[in-house]
């Protein structure tokens, strides 16, 4: 058997963004604290940008706030800019930028009705509920999020055709993986009215690129103006970019490989984007239990090089073929 070698130490993360000053859209004008809605008057979907979901992933908030100071507005339909987390927002520290991306535990694996209907509680699942009434009533979600460790920037369209054609619609980034989350616990992507074949509202998810690097700001910021192209709520806005399509390629998670102990460990430094080629190869080591590769040409999702017990390590894929851009 090969070895697996130990993760690197945790690094020293180089935070080249500073925190948005968000004091400004902190009331909000929808009754939850840190959402605004903003309404053109005409008939339309309600699309809504979720910032902060992970209180030190800040490039999604850069954009919003850039989007409102500017003073974006929908053609029709209304628009929702939503900052989720503030009271982890509010603890980033650029000195330990690692530290602040929840209070008490992931807001984004709380999205079950069961959990959300339940008695348990914690400052995330208060703050869930009290944004679940909005949630109910938006047609289109894109929450934004950004990564840790060094990834190619992608789209997770969760595991519905309405999330994966809204994801091809929205063309940035030009990666899109389908997948079906992770087993402790639902994303707001995974909520049960995006997700419902019954209805129409669909979300997605956008993983810009690294937390606190310049470009992850501009990816952040095409990937919203493609959505609110595709929703029909801008046209040729001259606060958004132009539109940027790229030939999409469309990739399928086949397994999501969840840490069972907290020796796992990869066989190497994988980036995610990266293509195993041979089926059966060793990627990492999680006690006795190795983790080989499913299928040729795998895709590997989002590694995480240091995966708590009980949380998504990687996610493993299988590309579909190459998809021209639907609009």
Known sequence: MSRAVLPPPLPQFEVRLRAPDLSAWLQGNTGVRGFTTRESGHAGPHVALVALTHGNEIAGAIVLDRLLRAGLRPERGKLTFGFANLA?????????????RFVDEDMNRVWDPAVLDGPRRSYELERARAIRPLIDTVDVLLDLHSMLWPSDPLILS??????????????????????????????????PRFTDPDTVAAANLVEAGLHWEPETVETTLASVAGLLRHAGLVTNDPLLPPPSRQPLRLAEVTLAVTALTANFTFVQAYRGGEIVSEQNTLIAVDGTREIRTPHDQCLLVMPSLRPSRGHTAIRLARFADTLSAMA
């Open 88 to 100: 982890a927002f509010a603890r980033f520290d650029p000195r330990q930028p690692t530290a602040s």
């Open 158 to 191: 969760g595991a519905s055709e309405k999330g994966r054609r809204l994801a091809c619609g929205i063309g940035v980034p030009g990666l899109v993986v389908t997948d079906s989350g992770h087993a402790n616990g639902r994303r707001i992507i995974d909520y």
